[in-house]
């Protein structure tokens, strides 16, 4: 079953290459709100009591901000260390069982014309509550 058009958060850890869904947010979000929503979430689950408040006093303190794949491209970011958090604007979104399948485009560079060059990219996390 489709349902079009979102950001897609996921928990990634690349140890275990397991990837669990946590968030799928309006495609009419700007990359700015999407930063703010993830790295609180990921403040809130992995920081300590003293790693809230100091983050709540000073944001740039935070070890791990919420930063671009790409730096010319903000539809991909990043946040955290393990495991890292990683949202996408996806043009796809296709649910397979207990799985979210997603799809979305990927800065691979500048032509020598000066035209982005993308690539297409797919990924697939396991739903909340599923084995």
């Not at 669990?20 to 700015?32: E, F, K, T, V």
């Not at 970011?77 to 958090?85: A, N, R, S, V």
């Amino acid at each position: 079953m489709s349902f079009g058009k979102g950001w897609v958060i996921v928990e990634k850890y690349f140890h275990t290459g397991e990837e669990n869904l946590l968030s799928i947010l309006n495609p009419r979000n700007g990359s700015d709100y999407v930063r703010g929503y993830m790295e609180q979430r990921y403040v809130d689950a992995f920081a300590s009591f003293n790693e809230k408040i100091s983050y709540k006093k000073k944001r740039s303190s935070w070890p791990y901000p919420v930063q671009p794949v790409e730096r010319l491209y903000h539809y991909v970011l990043q946040c955290g260390h393990e495991p890292q958090y990683l949202a996408a604007k996806c043009h796809k979104l296709v649910l397979k069982g207990d799985k979210l399948e997603y799809y979305y485009q990927y800065l691979r560079g500048v032509g020598a014309d000066g035209r982005a060059i993308f690539v297409e990219l797919s990924g697939v996390a396991k739903l909340k509550g599923s084995n």
